[in-house]
């Protein structure tokens, strides 16, 4: 795990970040709380349904100490470390580090290709794994179910009934049930919530149900939200 000394901001004091801001959280087990999101820059996937495309290209440096900084300023103690891919930056673990060591909760948003295992034990990770209708230009990282802890989570998003028969698939031979939340999320825009609430109810199936708060509340355009 990399140091979370001040010393080890030699590798880099900055982060290239898209946004930040303070909502609601829209998913997770956490959602309805309000929280601290960073949104950094940068991603290497191109899911056809993904709804913060602009966070592939739009940001610019931050130095980590005035996120951390923001932050606290907050005064809300749960902070979203999101993106795009905020794994593809290599300092994103000096930040997440320092929010720790503030004391503060932390959970990380990552489309699961890239390694898990380094991130900080504390932070509750959040893991997509990728079904057909997204067209993901990478595939998992199997590895990373084995750095799974119990208070992670495994988020599918599905836009069709071949997605949902996927994701069933992918839980049962791998046998993650009971291993951690899986959260089961309708694409927005591709598919009405209460027909994926139809095929949990149809059978035995070990996913919750989730749909994204922050659009029924402010709208699927809406940004800084």
Not at 115 to 144: E, Q, W, Y
Request: glycine fraction near 6%; aromatic fraction near 6%; charge should be negative.
């Amino acid at each position: 795990m990399p140091d979370d000394q001040s010393s080890a901001l030699s590798i880099s004091d900055s982060l290239q970040i898209c946004e930040t801001f303070v909502s609601l959280c829209g998913e997770s087990t956490f959602q309805g709380r309000p929280a601290f999101f960073v949104r950094a820059s940068g991603c290497n996937l191109r899911c056809t349904w993904c709804d913060t495309d602009y966070a592939w290209t739009e940001g610019a440096p931050r130095e980590i100490e005035s996120i951390v900084a923001e932050a606290g300023a907050s005064r809300i103690n749960l902070v979203v470390v999101t993106g795009g891919e905020p794994l593809l930056q290599s300092e994103i673990h000096l930040l997440i580090n320092r929010l720790i060591s503030r004391g503060l909760t932390v959970l990380l948003e990552t489309n699961g290709t890239l390694p898990i295992g380094d991130v900080h034990p504390n932070v509750r990770r959040i893991v997509d794994v990728k079904m057909p209708s997204a067209k993901a230009s990478k595939p998992f990282l199997m590895a990373n179910l084995d750095a799974l802890a119990p208070h992670d989570e495994l988020k599918f998003v599905v836009a069709h009934r071949e997605d949902f028969e996927a994701a069933s698939k992918f839980v049962r031979i791998n046998h993650l049930a009971g291993r951690c939340e899986l959260l089961l999320s309708p694409a927005s825009g591709r598919i009405e919530p209460h027909q994926v609430a139809e095929w949990l109810l149809s059978g035995d199936q070990p996913f919750r149900l989730q749909v994204q708060l922050h659009k029924i509340l402010w709208g699927a355009d809406a940004r800084g939200r």
